[in-house]
């Protein structure tokens, strides 16, 4: 089986309420304490690489954010996501070139470009294509801005997940989902749910998300987050003395 079957494969036959965990790494330090802790499989966060590399949040170059990925991809021996944003301009056919000259196995896509929606039907038909280019050579996960940049309308979420799903996507991410809502988008969409985990303690963790309805849980940035105020702790001892 191919790296992007073997992905694929972790996304379906799950029990109810053990959705897949995928660890967000920024580097390839941070990817290899995830393989070596047991994980199958990984997603890059933008904004973690982002900010490994001294930049905004969306202001990281394309050439350095695919870069980074194929660091990442080179330390592990497990499958390997990347968040590619908005897929920076590029077409279709160049995208998954890039992509798979990184050695990712799939990747995560916006539906909205600083910040504003894009036409979902223009949109579907950009995911169309890039479905047709990659083949099965990609996991294509979906994101669906509707709860970060859109009126909040689970309707208009679902209609948008409908036809990405229809354009060949093979995972739908409503980043920001109540998660009181997360069951009304798990009953109205075809295929593997992606869910979004604080570790902050302000919402459901990981196995709730699964009991709700998520097929996969993903962090952003939170583990890079995390292990920098880690660090900051640490760079203040050694400070103080």
Same mark, same amino acid.
């Given at each position: 089986?191919?790296?992007?079957?073997?992905? @694929?494969?972790?996304?379906?036959?799950?029990?109810?309420?053990?959705?897949?965990?995928?660890?967000?790494?920024?580097?390839?330090?941070?990817?290899?304490?995830?393989?070596?802790?047991?994980?199958?499989? %990984?997603?890059?966060?933008?904004?973690?690489? !982002?900010?490994?590399?001294?930049?905004?949040?969306?202001?990281?170059?394309?050439?350095?954010?695919?870069?980074?990925?194929?660091?990442?991809?080179?330390?592990?021996?497990?499958?390997?996501?990347? #968040?590619?944003?908005?897929?920076?301009?590029?077409?279709?056919?160049?995208?998954?070139?890039?992509?798979?000259?990184?050695?990712?196995?799939?990747?995560?896509?916006?539906?909205?470009?600083?910040?504003?929606?894009?036409?979902?039907?223009?949109?579907?038909?950009?995911?169309?294509?890039? @479905?047709?280019?990659?083949?099965?050579?990609?996991?294509?996960?979906?994101?669906?801005? &509707?709860?970060?940049?859109?009126?909040?309308?689970?309707? @208009?979420?679902?209609?948008? !997940?409908?036809?990405?799903?229809?354009?060949?996507?093979?995972?739908?991410?409503?980043?920001?989902?109540?998660?009181?809502? %997360?069951?009304?988008?798990?009953?109205?969409?075809?295929?593997?749910?992606?869910?979004?985990?604080?570790? #902050?303690?302000?919402?459901?963790?990981?196995?709730?998300?699964?009991?709700?309805?998520?097929?996969?849980? &993903?962090?952003?940035?939170?583990?890079?987050?995390?292990?920098?105020?880690?660090?900051?702790?640490?760079?203040?001892?050694?400070?103080?003395?």
């Amino acid at each position: 089986m191919s790296g992007a079957g073997t992905f @694929r494969a972790l996304h379906h036959g799950r029990p109810p309420g053990d959705p897949l965990m995928l660890p967000g790494p920024w580097d390839a330090a941070s990817a290899r304490a995830f393989a070596e802790a047991g994980f199958p499989a %990984l997603a890059t966060p933008s904004a973690g690489i !982002a900010a490994s590399l001294g930049y905004a949040d969306g202001a990281t170059p394309a050439e350095e954010m695919f870069a980074a990925v194929a660091r990442i991809v080179r330390a592990v021996d497990i499958p390997v996501s990347a #968040d590619v944003e908005d897929g920076y301009g590029l077409a279709p056919k160049e995208l998954v070139e890039r992509l798979l000259e990184t050695g990712a196995v799939g990747c995560n896509v916006e539906d909205s470009h600083e910040g504003v929606l894009k036409d979902p039907r223009e949109h579907a038909d950009w995911l169309a294509e890039v @479905r047709a280019e990659a083949g099965d050579r990609l996991f294509l996960n979906a994101r669906v801005d &509707t709860f970060a940049y859109g009126d909040g309308n689970p309707e @208009r979420a679902l209609e948008r !997940a409908a036809s990405y799903v229809a354009a060949g996507a093979d995972c739908i991410y409503p980043i920001g989902a109540p998660a009181d809502v %997360l069951p009304l988008l798990r009953a109205g969409i075809r295929g593997p749910l992606n869910a979004f985990a604080r570790l #902050d303690g302000a919402g459901p963790t990981p196995a709730e998300l699964g009991g709700l309805g998520a097929t996969r849980v &993903t962090f952003g940035p939170w583990l890079q987050r995390r292990a920098t105020a880690a660090l900051s702790e640490i760079a203040v001892e050694l400070r103080e003395g």
